[in-house]
């Protein structure tokens, strides 16, 4: 029994993960090995405060995670926790696990789970903080082109680049962009710009590059996935003096993008923008700044001090740094990347961080949006009041702005859950800050692409056109303005049929006055919309009025009004008879009191929408209306209007997504099958009961006969019978 419920519990498991189908790519995963580069104090020196990471979930149950140092077991032991939606869990690690100067170390990070989590990493030292979105081992790739910074202000600063290893054996070829003759010295070599650095890596491996030199631009290619980071120690940004580390996880170029919108930090001076091309032959266009042509692993640079539009023909990475205090203006060096619209996401749950010193950051979420769907964002799903957005500005169609975030772990989402967002959470503080997009997705849209059949809200590029899940199906609308629907979804929903139906209105009018005369107003009117090869035959509409009046008083006038309006609904290549509808209304007076006027306006409407090559044939309408009069109060009226027969509109909190549908298939499959399982083992076990209650109960008989036969006396001559019992 245990062994086929087993069995039995297997096929369903398998059923149910092959129903959810493949993980969206996205920041959220089950596996992750990250590193943390050396961060210098703000005066020199390297930081001696600890490392942290933060780690949520936006799963419904608990989720077990395990944190370690599996080649640096002497620095840190490891741990165990759990997290649920909802709860942030803040780990601290050793100091010690800071890689520090160019060279190798053992010092990787492994995070495991048991389902998937978000993973945020902080890097501080003294008076300077940033952090980095971790990126899963499932969406990282074997190809980067690596972001940094550098600034000639103090000769403690160094541009560096942190690569990972998360497979034996991994071989690397580095090509080295750096300015300012900055040099790289590894194990008793020099690498200079446009030198080729080749070495290998293994799991949980750490390689750390630095120079005195920029080396944004640096190429590095893997033959296993790897994982890379980028920044510097510590740096000034702009002409400011304030100083900070800065840093990021990079994500590699088969998930960049083509098109970015972005906004300046508040209350900072101009931020610095660069745009850092991946191919020959880039072209980077804005409205303000025209046009730049990039060759691979070159950038371009500017300055930003309102909401910013770029665009490429090919893909490109998108960094934002956030200058020093300048000038009037707060701030303190930071860095982001700027998520590519292309792969924004529909919901996030990321926290917020607190300082060097422990005090909590002024949190600022920049977010954006196409059109105004900003306006039913959720967070912690409580809808945003307007008064909750600032400094919103439209450009290309796109939506951005800020929402004043407090202090701890949040989600956001748009009210429809299928509705894609971007979005970087930035916090200021005395002297320090950060800045990290909290989340994108990581589906590649930049390598060889063959059009696959569409599988709902997969996460993937199944039309091949360089957007993700750009569509919502059987909304009869073309989402995204490419000339196909349903495509290319992210959820879908489920045609509607308005069927045709009576409709009978009754409305009852009391008077208190006396009553005339009823007075009868009928008029008929048939609007059409323009047909394509459409013939249409209105059939005679009749209106029969029957009024009787039983007075006590004289009565004022009452008035009926009725106003019918056809049109013909579309069919395709076949002729549609509708079934007579009847309209009745009865109008009743009493006269008990003097009555005032009664009206009684019944309208029908229905709305011909174009066709094609159809036919439509409407039979005679009936409407029938009869009035009398009878004793009662003030005067009710009831007037109905029966609106156009056309396609219905579903609002988007209607729709659910696909996962969530199919969640509740395997739940309820689940609970049936173990209902089923548990009826199953007590039949089983009533069974053998009554099995042997009824080997018990021939034991007994046996016992009886035995005993009964022994105690007959037989007649003196007459032959035994034990035989017959034996």
Request: proline share 6%.
């Amino acid at each position: 029994m245990k062994a086929k419920t087993r069995m039995i519990l297997l096929v369903f498991f398998s059923m149910v993960v092959s129903y959810l189908g493949k993980e969206v790519p996205d920041n959220a995963g089950k596996d992750f090995i990250i590193g943390f580069m050396e961060a210098s104090q703000s005066q020199g020196g390297t930081s001696q405060i600890p490392l942290k990471v933060f780690i949520t979930t936006s799963n419904l149950g608990i989720v077990s995670v395990s944190i370690s140092a599996p080649l640096a077991k002497d620095i840190y032991s490891g741990e165990n926790i759990t997290v649920s939606k909802g709860v942030v869990r803040e780990v601290t690690l050793p100091k010690n696990l800071r890689v520090q100067g160019t060279g190798r170390s053992y010092k990787a990070v492994h995070i495991i789970s048991s389902d998937e989590i978000v993973v945020f990493g902080i890097n501080e030292a003294h008076h300077s903080t940033d952090g980095f979105l971790g990126i899963p081992i499932d969406v990282l790739g074997t190809q980067y082109f690596v972001p940094s910074f550098f600034s000639v202000f103090a000769s403690f600063f160094k541009s560096t680049i942190v690569i990972v290893g998360t497979e034996e054996g991994t071989t690397l070829q580095i090509k080295i962009k750096s300015t300012n003759r900055g040099k790289i010295n590894l194990e008793s070599k020099k690498y200079e710009n446009n030198d080729w650095l080749n070495t290998t890596i293994s799991r949980f491996e750490v390689l750390q590059l630095q120079c005195k030199g920029d080396l944004t631009g640096t190429f590095v290619q893997s033959s296993q996935k790897i994982s890379v980071f980028g920044g510097t120690t510590v740096t000034n940004i702009g002409e400011g003096t304030s100083k900070d580390h800065i840093e990021e996880q990079i994500p590699p170029v088969n998930v960049w993008g083509k098109q970015f919108a972005m906004s300046p930090v508040p209350d900072t001076s101009p931020n610095f923008i660069r745009v850092l091309a991946s191919e020959d032959d880039t072209v980077v266009s804005n409205k303000n700044h025209g046009i730049h042509t990039l060759q691979a692993g070159q950038f371009y640079e500017t300055r930003v001090s309102s909401a910013y539009y770029i665009s490429s023909n090919k893909p490109v990475l998108t960094v934002q740094y956030v200058p020093s205090a300048h000038d009037g203006h707060n701030g303190d060096p930071a860095m982001t990347l700027v998520p590519p619209i292309e792969q924004s996401n529909v919901f996030y749950s990321f926290l917020t961080p607190k300082s060097s010193d422990n005090k909590n950051f002024e949190n600022t979420f920049i977010f954006l949006m196409e059109g105004l769907s900003y306006k039913e964002l959720v967070l912690d799903n409580n809808p945003i009041p307007q008064r909750g957005f600032s400094n919103v500005a439209q450009i290309n169609n796109i939506s951005i702005g800020y929402i004043k975030i407090p202090h701890g772990s949040h989600t956001l989402k748009h009210s429809s859950g299928v509705l894609p967002l971007g979005g970087i959470l930035y916090g200021g503080g005395y002297h320090e800050s950060y800045a990290f997009p909290v989340g994108q997705r990581f589906t590649p849209i930049n390598q060889e692409c063959h059009p696959q059949p569409m599988v709902v809200g997969d996460g993937l590029d199944n039309d091949c056109d360089g957007r993700v899940d750009e569509e919502i199906c059987n909304d009869y609308k073309d989402n995204d303005v490419d000339g196909k629907e349903n495509e290319d979804c992210v959820t879908e929903q489920s045609p509607t049929t308005m069927a045709t139906a009576k409709l009978t209105t009754t409305s009852t009018s009391s008077t208190a006055r006396p009553t005339t005369p009823t007075t009868l107003s009928t008029r008929t009117t048939t609007t059409k919309q323009p047909t394509t090869k459409r013939t249409t035959r209105m059939a005679t509409a009749k209106l029969t009025t029957t009024s009787t009046s039983s007075t006590a008083r004289p009565a004022t006038p009452t008035t009926l009004s009725t106003r019918t309006t056809t049109t013909k609904q579309p069919t395709t290549k076949r002729t549609t008879r509708m079934a007579t509808a009847k309209l009745t209304t009865t109008s009743t007076s009493s006269t008990a009191r003097p009555a005032t006027p009664t009206t009684l306006s019944t309208r029908t409407t229905t709305t011909k929408q174009p066709t094609t090559k159809k036919t439509t044939t409407m039979t005679t309408k009936k409407l029938t209306t009869s009035s009398a009069r009878s004793t009662a109060r003030p005067t009710t009226r009831t007037t109905t209007t029966k609106q156009p027969t056309t396609k219905r509109e579903i609002s988007m909190d209607q729709i659910k997504p696909q996962w969530f549908t199919l969640t509740e298939i395997g739940i309820t499959s689940g609970v049936a099958i173990v209902v089923l399982g548990a009826i199953g083992a007590c039949c089983k076990k009533c069974w053998g009961l009554l099995k042997n209650r009824d080997d018990d109960d021939d034991e007994d008989e046996k016992r009886y006969r035995r005993k009964r036969r022994s105690t007959t006396k037989l007649p003196i001559g007459a032959p035994s019978i034990r035989p017959m019992y034996m």
